[in-house]
């Protein structure tokens, strides 16, 4: 019995350190290890340790992803003329063959990364460090999803037969361990603002919004924010956003709870026939600012301090057409900025399309052009 017992502890004590040799290790985040599937890459943000969140809309999920890009390294300018021939000479194809449907810098190493889609759908993800482009490969990488809750059905239609779907994901952002995701819903009020823990759980906040917008003179429900940012404003975290036709609206980030309906202060109207495309918070010689590029409109330039001096809502209808109101913004001298992202608090990369006609990526030295 007792020999019986020897062999039995032996045989124990072997299977213990093979398990422990073969133990698969822990990766960080909770990720796991594979191919994530994603069926479009709409927009992107980047969180905690070089990782990227890519929010798929047609696939109403979020992936995050761990590029392992996470080394300090100084910022390479970026001065791509053509950079659509050349991701297209790239990719086997021609420019008009693609579209570049975000941009975003990580913070970490400066990097810039691009959200390609080709003509026949498929979503491509690409860096850029100086003039090198590289082709990201999401092949058994380590990665996490979320399905968002209550999105839209994929055969979901507007009142004007626009599909729904592609609005479940208009914008992301991240902030202290936690995933913003703006977009619609398939709820009554539809315009919805998600935060979502990460690393990931079953757990989902969200809130319906509700803006006055007085370029269309009414309370609305149903039109999702189309960029945000986060900033604080007299010592409050708010909220700032932008929607189509322009509005820009403050929403406390401690009213945005789960299963709240939180109603926005719009502080300015920016202009109808318009749509934001890009807001990001600049600072430059000890001042504070909103920088937004827009779809028909210059890039604006909107002073913090104007913000905070500006206490009232917009509750009545702008009527003429394309007239503003509310907080006071400036028109930058650069139109066609079809994408804007910020590397360092006074240094920006911008998408453009050039009075020639070329589509140019390139960096601001230190946001002299929009700033001073």
């Given amino acids: 019995m007792k020999k019986s017992a020897l062999i039995f502890g032996v045989c124990a004590l072997v299977a213990g350190i093979t398990a422990f040799t073969f133990r698969t290790e822990e990766l960080p985040y909770h990720l796991k290890l594979g191919t994530p599937e994603i069926k479009s890459m709409t927009s992107l943000t980047f969180g905690p340790d070089g990782i990227l969140f890519i929010g798929d809309s047609k696939g109403a999920a979020v992936i995050a992803v761990n590029t392992k890009d996470a080394s300090n390294t100084e910022l390479q300018p970026i001065n791509l ?5 050349k991701l297209a000479a790239m990719l ?33 993800l690409l860096s850029i460090a100086g003039e090198s482009i590289e082709a990201v490969s999401l092949k058994d990488v380590e990665f996490d999803a979320v399905a968002l809750n209550n999105s839209p059905a994929e055969d979901a239609k507007d009142g004007r037969g626009r599909p729904l779907r592609v609005s479940s994901i208009s914008d992301l952002g991240y902030s202290d361990g936690m995933l913003m995701v703006s977009g619609l819903s398939n709820q009554e009020f ?3 603002f998600r935060s979502i823990p990460f690393p990931f759980t079953n757990e989902q906040d969200y809130a319906s919004l509700e803006i006055f917008h007085a370029a269309h003179g009414r309370y ?8 945000f940012t986060t900033a604080e404003v007299n010592g409050k975290q708010y909220l700032i956003a932008s929607y189509t036709c322009t509005p820009l609206v403050l929403f406390p980030m401690d009213e945005l709870k789960a299963g709240t309906h939180v109603k926005g202060r719009t502080i300015a109207e920016m202009g109808s026939g318009n ?3 890009d807001l990001v918070s600049m600072e430059k010689d000890g001042k504070s600012y909103l920088v937004m590029s827009n779809s028909n409109r210059p890039v ?3 002073d913090f301090a104007d913000i ?10 702008v009527t003429a057409n394309f007239a503003t109101e509310g907080v006071d913004f400036v028109s930058m001298p650069m139109t066609n900025v079809l994408q804007l992202d910020k590397i360092t608090d006074d240094t920006m990369v911008i998408l453009q399309r050039r009075s ?11 946001a002299e052009h929009l700033l001073k």
């Fill in 92 to 124: 086997g194809t021609t420019a008009e063959n693609i579209s570049i449907l975000d941009i975003a810098v990580n913070p970490i190493s400066k990097k810039v990364y691009l959200a390609v889609q080709s003509a026949d759908g498929t979503p491509v």
């Fill in 190 to 192: 539809s315009s919805t």
């Fill in 220 to 227: 609305e429900t149903t039109s999702p924010i189309k960029t």
């Fill in 81 to 85: 003329e053509g950079i659509d021939k």
């Fill in 356 to 366: 020639n006609g070329s589509l140019d990526l390139w960096t601001t030295d230190k």
């Fill in 308 to 317: 905070e001096k500006f206490q009232g809502s917009l509750t009545e209808p």
């Fill in 275 to 277: 749509q934001p495309l």
């Fill in 300 to 302: 604006f330039r909107v």
